[in-house]
């Protein structure tokens, strides 16, 4: 069957064969999960062999629905946000038949975790700037053998594989001599510290890179190509970051919403105010979100893609900042401050103190405001690039 | 107790949608270039009524609302807003919100014959009428004091501040004994124009004297008729906002990418950029609550009234934050009276008080939404 002869129709006929096939009641779990993949109903826009059927991405919320009402089980997308949201389409994109075919099943069944080594203590919103080094061991096909140090890596405590991105070549430019690899994050030399946070817990961690060896066959994408690569991975991370759909009043807002309607001894008029004006700008968010998704739906991309994040970032901050100060005495404390390692990110977890704390990271993960604004700026208003003198220099003689 | 829950809602344009835009905008930038606006309110006459017979009975687009059967095109909301979208572009001296939408929404309330009578005039562009109310009444605010009715349909009174009363051919006058309509150039009918913040919608005082009109709706009907007629005009005006705020983010990075100072254009400086982007948020933001409020207004959605009050206290502030960037970003030229940006910084400022503020909106909000005051 062809791309473009998929329907919704035939995918639900596909879904229901499925489920008679492996009934989620009696199947386990993993055996579903396995079943569902083989099926090609994963990801319906990938390729068939590999989790899809070659069907427009659209068609993926007519199967999650359907599989939902028939209680099959999920593959925690939380828990492998990276491999899925990002690791994968990168993959896809660049990887070769071998390691589409090695990589892609077990990330798809959270068998096997990603993270992500990009950022490092010297290269953060000028991540082209990175410093870790992959050198070539014996010319042609040798393996590479990597050293430096990454930050922020969430999930590095409990990932399998990591995409790593490391400079192949310091006499380039920065954008140029950087190449894009699959990294074993078993190999002798990886070591992962936790990264004690604001909120007391070690959600990410640093990732010192000694003498690790990665073999040829896992560089992905040619030698010094790799920004190429990675900003495959970004523009992914920024859409998985802002697109989660959440229903009227979900999100940030709730918890302050459902304490104004249950302890009205809080109420003042200044935070009545202050909250009507976020609750609105969180509804308009929210329809906001939706109509992007109705035009990706229509595969018509909106630009509005690149804008959700820095909204849900300023929401995020200012409700949050809202609710310490709605709970008076209550804000005052906090829940608790034992390192914790938790293994899935959860934004709206705990308490408000925590959320206030938390949503901090917002404008600074995933890409900071200041550059994502710079993005829209230049990408979708078509306003001239930042000035740049660091553009033909050579990576080894910039100012560090 | 809990907010209510979203009704799913339809946030793109149809097809038939984006031809209706093309139509209308194709005919505004012939007949309606800021230019040509800005020369029209000099003469002190902005109203164009050559402009307004094409758009409203060529084109079609004063049916809208109306059902084929009076008619009209038999459309709905959604339509109309992409119709004000591309007006709120041009700050077009039009009466499309006071007569298709206002007028035309509390003569669809009346359900009479006189009202069906009214209406079909209205659908084929033969007749302007605009509602005598105050441009500032706002949905779920009380109605003001209507005239008095002094016996037989002798209306005497008078309201101010309505917004096209002087092009109006007939005007809806609320009296203690119902919804009358009033010729407008009949005895005992004066209109004081008023100078006006907004020179785009003119506002006149309207003054009755004895005046004689055609008896429409009872009094519960009238006042339910003007309720319906606030929401949807509240609801639209999201749109026309939403316009206004376009208009006013794209010529002023248009401007920025080709002015030069500090032998740079000045769109490459990041403080000028990220406020262009933030502004660009808000406006991409605007649109999906003003689709919304549309889409809602146009399937009947019991939620109707909450996605119209969060569309007019979201469209509002952008609108008028838009236009201010724009004055402020043209620098010294935005200050001129030869550059249109003042027209269009009128226009929202007027808007944000038209139906409502964002302030009272916010306060319907809360009571939609389950968020008492203290």
């Known amino acids: ?400 | 107790m809990s907010s209510p829950a979203a009704a799913p809602l339809d946030l793109l344009y149809s097809e038939t949608e984006e031809e209706l835009r093309t139509a209308v905008r194709s005919l505004l930038a012939a007949r309606c270039a800021p230019a040509a606006v800005l020369a029209r309110i000099e003469t002190g006459a902005p109203h164009d009524p050559e402009l307004w017979r094409v758009l409203a009975a060529d084109i079609g687009t004063a049916g809208l609302l109306v059902p084929e059967k009076l008619g009209g095109q038999g459309a709905g909301h959604r339509e109309a807003a992409v119709v004000l979208e591309e007006l709120g572009r041009a700050a077009a001296p039009v009466p499309y919100l006071t007569s298709a939408v206002l007028a035309t929404e509390i003569l669809l309330g009346c359900e009479s014959a006189e009202a069906a009578d009214l209406l079909r005039e209205l659908a084929a562009g033969r007749r302007v009428c605009v509602p005598a109310l105050p441009l500032t009444l706002a949905p779920g605010a009380p109605l003001p004091t209507p005239v008095r009715d002094s016996g037989g349909g002798s209306l005497g009174g008078s309201v101010g501040s309505v917004a096209d009363a002087v092009c109006a051919d007939v005007l809806l006058v609320l009296a203690d004994t119902g919804l009358y309509a009033v010729p407008a150039g009949a005895a005992g009918v004066s209109r004081t124009p008023l100078v006006a913040l907004d020179l785009t919608r003119p506002l006149a005082a309207v003054h009755l004297d004895g005046a004689a009109g055609t008896r429409l709706a009872d009094p519960a009907t009238a006042r339910a008729a003007i309720a319906g007629a606030l929401l949807s005009g509240a609801g639209l005006l999201a749109s026309e906002q939403l316009g206004t705020a376009e208009w006013c983010l794209t010529e002023t990075v248009a401007y920025l990418r080709t002015r030069h100072q500090f032998n740079r254009p000045l769109g490459s400086f990041q403080a000028v950029k990220h406020r262009l982007a933030r502004l660009w948020l808000d406006v991409a933001s605007a649109r999906a609550a003003a689709r919304a409020a549309a889409d809602a207004l146009a399937t009947g959605a019991a939620d109707a009234p909450l996605t119209v009050a969060v569309a007019q206290a979201y469209c509002s502030g952008v609108a008028v934050r838009a236009a201010e960037e724009c004055v402020q970003l043209h620098g010294g030229i935005g200050m001129t009276w030869e550059h249109p940006a003042h027209l269009y910084l009128k226009r929202a400022k007027a808007d944000s008080l038209a139906l409502g503020t964002a302030g009272h909106h916010r306060g319907l909000v809360a009571d939609f939404a389950e968020l008492p005051a203290p």
């Open chain 1, 1 to 400: 069957m062809t791309a473009a002869a998929l329907t919704a129709e035939h995918l639900r006929v596909r879904v229901r064969e499925l489920l008679s096939a492996h009934p989620p009641a009696t199947t386990a779990p993993a055996e579903f999960l396995r079943a569902r993949f083989d099926a090609g109903l994963a990801w319906v826009h990938y390729p068939e062999g590999l989790g899809g059927l070659g069907a427009p991405r659209s068609l993926q919320a007519v199967v999650d629905a359907e599989l939902e009402a028939a209680g099959a089980p999920d593959n925690d997308p939380r828990r492998i946000g990276i491999g899925l949201g990002m690791a994968a389409p990168t993959i896809l994109a660049y990887g070769t038949e071998e390691q589409k075919r090695r990589f892609l099943r077990p990330l798809w069944l959270g068998e096997e975790v990603w993270c992500q080594l990009f950022s490092e203590p010297g290269a953060g919103s000028d991540l082209a700037a990175l410093g870790t080094r992959a050198v070539r061991e014996g010319g042609e096909g040798g393996d590479w053998v990597v050293d430096g140090q990454k930050v922020w890596t969430s999930s590095a405590h409990t990932a399998r594989w990591a995409i790593l991105i490391a400079r192949t070549d310091p006499a380039l430019p920065k954008h140029q001599g950087i190449t894009y690899f699959l990294c074993d994050m078993t190999a002798p030399g990886v070591e992962v510290r936790p990264l004690r946070q604001i909120t007391g817990e070690a959600e990410f961690n640093e990732v010192f890179l000694t003498g690790v060896r990665i073999p040829d066959a896992h560089r992905l994408g040619e030698v010094g190509q790799g920004w190429a690569v990675a900003r495959t991975t970004l523009m992914n991370e920024r859409v998985s970051i802002g697109g989660m759909r959440i229903p009227r009043e979900g999100g940030m807002i709730a918890p302050v919403a459902t304490a104004w309607r249950e302890r009205p001894e809080l109420r003042t008029h200044d935070l009545h105010g202050r909250l009507l004006e976020l609750w609105v700008e969180a509804e308009v968010a929210r329809l906001t979100g939706e109509r992007l998704r109705q035009q990706l739906a229509q595969g018509q991309p909106g630009p509005e893609g690149s804008g959700m994040k820095l909204t849900f970032a300023r929401l995020n901050q200012e409700i949050s900042g809202l609710e310490v100060e709605l709970l008076g005495e209550e804000g005052l404390l906090y829940e608790d401050w034992t390192l914790r390692r938790p293994e899935i990110v959860d934004f709206t977890g705990r308490d408000a103190g925590y959320r206030y704390l938390r949503a901090k990271g917002n404008s600074i993960e995933g890409g900071t405001s200041e550059i994502l604004l710079n993005i829209v700026a230049e990408r979708v208003l078509g306003l001239p690039a930042e000035p740049r003198d660091d553009k033909d220099l050579a990576w080894k003689d910039l100012a560090r």
